[in-house]
């Protein structure tokens, strides 16, 4: 019998089969939670449950397109049946494969497909695994919902306006949980997710990014999926309704720090 801090519960992934929420789910397994790897591409979620189940831990992949409230009512009907509960949903898929992010670009040049693509997986895919998981965590009293959100929901950038959109709608998610389940034992929150990078990155854009956050380093899958248990445990019992930064500082410092340490290091000023 698993002692960890999530021994006991039941965790659903969505997007679980690769990059972040592939992490998430491990790590959720590492702390005793028995998790559903969900993923549109269904090997991929089957491959991550069965490397996890091959740790001894329990996990099971389905196969669900969290746009679809056919799939979304069918995967949580199975989760509920196999394991009896749910305690844990972390709204992690996204679209974002190449094809997507290439047209997925700034308003003028926006491929509406794509900007549709965006808001049906991102954002409606995560309102449809909410409103049917939310009722099973009800009738426990108790459960955790979670949002995987991004810098680019806040901040304007050159591209991905449909995916800056729909995470700029996730982050009312959340609050939403909160203020309507927040009595009845359920919370809601975001994590505002910086850059792990899961898709190759040229080398200049990387230092662009290195250089505007506050760590030595970019973050990596473990950081982001630590939160994400600390969100699902008890330990964050008393966190509802809010936005977990979790980016380095990436959103933290001045617009104008990069420059700024750049040109105080030419003027031959240390300490910064
Ligand atoms: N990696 C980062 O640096 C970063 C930064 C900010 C936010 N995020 C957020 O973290 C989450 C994971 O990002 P990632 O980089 O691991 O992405 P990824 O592309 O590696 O993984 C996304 C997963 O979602 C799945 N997916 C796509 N469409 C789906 C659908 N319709 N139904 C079910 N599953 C679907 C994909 O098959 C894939 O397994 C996303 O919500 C993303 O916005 C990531």
Redesign the pocket.
Known sequence: MSMGKLAGRVAIV?????????ECARVLAEHGASVAV????GD?ANRVAESISAQGRSAFGYR????SEEDVKAMIAQVREKFGRIDVLHN??????ADQRQRDRDLVNLDMEAFDRAM???LR?AVLCTKYAIPVMLEQGKGSVIF?????GMQGDMSLTG?ATS?AALMMLPRLVASQYGKKGIRGNAVQ???????EMPAPLLEIMRDNHCTAEL?T?RQ?ADVVAFLASDESSFVTGTTLVADGGFSSHTPSLVAMRALFEKMGRTGM
């Open positions: 969505t997007g679980g089969g690769n990059g972040l929420g592939a969900a993923d549109v591409d991929a669900t397109d969290v746009s992690n898929a996204a679209v974002l494969n049906a997986v991102n895919g995987a959100t991004s810098g680019l995916y995470k997710i910086g850059l792990a990078p899961q898709h973050g899958p982001i």
